[in-house]
């Protein structure tokens, strides 16, 4: 089945310790976003990949970064994080950018820092 | 800027019943879309239904279906004969048809079905 992956399911980090979030996707889909949502919060995008053009929110903090070597593939990259930034990480995708297109989301990756 | 309100945090219903999910939004454009979207315990986020604000036609699927009165920009999710595989998380969210393609999510209801 076409599908959105993400590992870990579970990451554990400590305070400052950089950590790696992988979304995999088999849709071929032209759009990957990542989410963070907060427990009993709504998501909150951070950015997304239009093919291989990037769009950070305006209130993302520059702690957060992500890359997408190639339509499959996307990361988000916690440079130093922090307590606050304990989530669930969402991936999602899409197949285009036009505001009525399907989002599909991963199960997540629930990050916990120590 | 698009907000969206949804009133009620939880809500809990018997098996079979019908229950209906709330949500308000608010905005001064006339092309959007409206989504619900289910989030099942420890399970990825699914769409439940979408709406085109251009079509008057209530959007159905199966037993889920909308109430969507754009003119007092309401948009409530009705579930017949529930299951209890429609306990999940439920958000209502908002996208503008021009320019940022961005999602609005709700607070979201959290809705447990009782055996």
């Known amino acids: 089945d076409a599908m959105v992956i993400q590992n870990p399911r579970y990451q554990v980090t400590q305070f400052g310790k950089p950590v790696t979030l992988s979304c995999s996707q088999t849709?071929?889909?032209?759009?990957m976003y990542w989410y963070q949502q907060k427990s009993s919060q709504a998501p909150k995008l951070l950015f997304h990949?239009?093919?291989?053009?990037?769009?950070n929110e305006a209130d993302t903090p520059d702690n957060f970064q992500s890359r997408r070597p190639n339509t499959s593939f996307c990361f988000l990259d916690i440079r130093s994080p922090g307590l606050g930034d304990a989530a669930m990480y969402l991936c999602?995708?899409?197949?285009?950018?036009?505001?009525?297109?399907?989002?599909?989301f991963g199960p997540g990756t629930r990050l916990t820092v120590l | 800027a698009q907000t969206v309100t949804q009133s009620q945090p939880e809500m809990s219903v018997q098996e079979a019943e019908t229950v209906t999910l709330s949500c308000t939004y608010d905005?001064?454009?006339?092309?959007?879309?409206l989504f619900w979207y289910k989030q099942p315990p420890s399970r990825q986020m699914i769409l439940v239904i979408r709406?085109?604000?251009?079509?008057?036609q209530n959007a159905t699927e199966n037993r889920f279906s909308v109430n969507f009165q754009k003119a007092a920009k309401s948009f409530s999710l009705k579930i017949s004969d529930s299951q209890l595989g429609d306990t999940a998380m439920y958000f209502c969210?908002?996208?503008?048809?021009?320019?940022?393609?961005?999602?609005?999510f709700g607070t979201g209801t959290r809705l447990t079905i009782i055996p």
């Open positions: 709406q085109e604000a251009y079509k008057q």
């Open positions: 990949y239009y093919d291989k053009d990037f769009n």
């Open positions: 969210a908002f996208v503008s048809n021009f320019g940022n393609e961005k999602l609005t």
């Open positions: 905005t001064s454009e006339n092309n959007y879309y």
């Open positions: 999602a995708t899409s197949r285009e950018r036009n505001s009525g297109s399907e989002q599909f």
């Open positions: 849709l071929n889909h032209n759009v």
